[in-house]
């Protein structure tokens, strides 16, 4: 098993900026790809941004691509996310999985974080 723990969430006005960190625990040794997803209310959980470490290949969400960032110390992934718009709000997941490569399906991964909220409001 491998436990994900989510935190850096948050509020911020439109414009700033967020580092939100996924450590990960237990048989990290069964992963390769790790990525972050979010949902916001009503409606679908989407794929942002993920990292594989065995190719060390990164892969981002069309709407995110060129403000947010992905990278990995260790156990930890990273999603630093500047200019921030008000679409951004979401509660945004961690991911991982065994496959080597990055996958955009959320039912690809193996293991889920619980979450971590960011607000982005003037």
């Known amino acids: 098993q491998v436990q994900l723990v989510e935190s850096g969430g948050g509020s911020v006005r439109p414009g700033g900026s967020l580092r939100l960190s996924c450590a990960a625990a237990?048989?990290?040794?069964?992963?390769?790809?790790m990525a972050w997803f979010r949902q916001s209310p009503g409606k679908e959980r989407e794929f942002v941004a993920g990292?594989?470490?065995?190719?060390?290949n990164y892969y981002y969400g069309d709407s995110v691509r060129g403000r947010f960032t992905i990278s990995r110390e260790k156990n930890t992934i990273y999603l630093d996310m500047n200019s921030l718009q008000s679409e951004d709000a979401a509660i945004y997941y961690c991911?991982?999985?065994?496959?080597?490569?990055?996958?955009?399906?959320?039912?690809?991964?193996?293991?889920w974080g619980q979450g971590t909220q960011v607000t982005v409001s003037s």
């Open positions: 991911a991982a999985r065994s496959d080597v490569s990055i996958a955009t399906i959320e039912s690809l991964y193996d293991f």
């Open positions: 237990g048989r990290t040794s069964s992963t390769s790809a």
């Open positions: 990292i594989s470490w065995t190719s060390m």
